[in-house]
């Protein structure tokens, strides 16, 4: 699965779990190389989520600029149909301009349907959701994710309990055709004509990575991701139940903020939700194939790197 065209100009895919260095290492690849760095984060897509979705700040994005940030307004859905639009053409830009695209982040989903094709699948049905929602409302989103676990296993492997969206959009299309979501998306997929590179930052110490994403979230709550939070919620058109306030970190904080949680109970959920967006994300890394993997940890690991980068781009 990944999308090659010989003959084509290059892409460059950056991937890994969450806390492993991608947007350092794609700045630092953006100082040596012909590289655009297009961004494949499902948050940083949002204007106001910066701190919660470490987002590089504006000094960075002036010196570095990433397409696909602050793209889109909170109080809207931001789909993957629509990703794969604006990476697309951020793509062909790169390309129009001699230069290499980078695509950097963490958004798994996002790369899956990138290198692999988006599949023909039913448009949104506002009755089947409405009753989707209802029984959410009713029996909470991990029982749908039960019974989503029931019809399509491998779909239920890759979306949290919590995922309303995702949870919603699984059953919605299973209700529609009678086929599961996965089925589907293996079946009449118009896979884009690019040439794909990937490479991964993977390091297999879970233990340094945990203790990196909950120093990472403790540098966030000490640098105003609840302040953050807050003032996005007081806006008017936003809710807890859009798509961005249900980000990793944002719906932990909206909880505590609306009294659901105590401080610290958000702050651990925060970081617990996040490992296990770490290990949907290995999920996801160990189904691609041809996959370039490098040790962050590892002394030189960004010559490694470079000599990759070199290798594709000249």
């Not at 948050?43 to 910066?50: F, H, I, Q």
């Not at 859009?242 to 702050?267: F, H, N």
């Not at 194939?289 to 980068?309: C, K, N």
Request: charged content about 25%.
């Amino acid at each position: 699965m990944t999308g090659r065209r010989a003959g084509q100009p290059p892409v460059l895919c950056l991937l890994g779990p969450t806390a492993s260095g991608k947007t350092e290492v794609a700045i630092r690849l953006s100082e040596t190389f012909p590289v655009d760095i297009i961004s494949v984060d499902s948050a940083m897509v949002y204007r106001g989520l910066d701190i919660g979705s470490a987002k590089p700040d504006a000094e960075t994005l002036r010196r570095a600029p990433h397409a696909l940030v602050d793209i889109m307004e909170p109080e809207n859905a931001y789909s993957v149909a629509q990703f794969l639009e604006d990476a697309t053409h951020a793509i062909k830009a790169s390309h129009a301009q001699g230069r290499i695209p980078l695509l950097a982040g963490g958004t798994m989903l996002y790369f899956n349907r990138l290198l692999g094709g988006l599949a023909d699948l039913p448009a949104a049905d506002h009755a089947v959701r409405a009753g989707i929602d209802a029984e959410a409302a009713s029996l909470g989103w991990p029982v749908l994710h039960e019974r989503l676990k029931s019809l399509d296993p491998d779909a239920a492997l890759r979306i949290a309990p919590n995922d309303a969206q995702r949870i919603q959009r699984a059953l919605e299309v299973h209700a529609l055709t009678g086929q599961t979501i996965t089925a589907l998306q293996r079946q009449n997929v118009t896979r884009p004509a690019f040439d794909f590179h990937c490479l991964a930052l993977i390091n297999d110490d879970r233990a340094r990575l945990h203790q990196a994403i909950n120093g990472r979230l403790d540098r966030m709550i000490a640098e105003g991701l609840i302040a953050e939070v807050e003032g996005l919620l007081a806006r008017p058109r936003i809710n807890r139940d859009l798509p961005s306030m249900r980000a990793v970190g944002y719906r932990q904080i909206a909880a505590y903020l609306a009294g659901d949680l105590t401080r610290d109970q958000a702050i651990a959920d925060a970081k617990t939700a996040t490992r296990r967006l770490a290990k949907r994300q290995f999920t996801w890394l160990r189904a691609m194939d041809a996959l370039h993997r490098v040790d962050p940890l590892e002394t030189g690991f960004f010559d490694r790197i470079s000599i990759w980068t070199e290798q594709i781009v000249e």
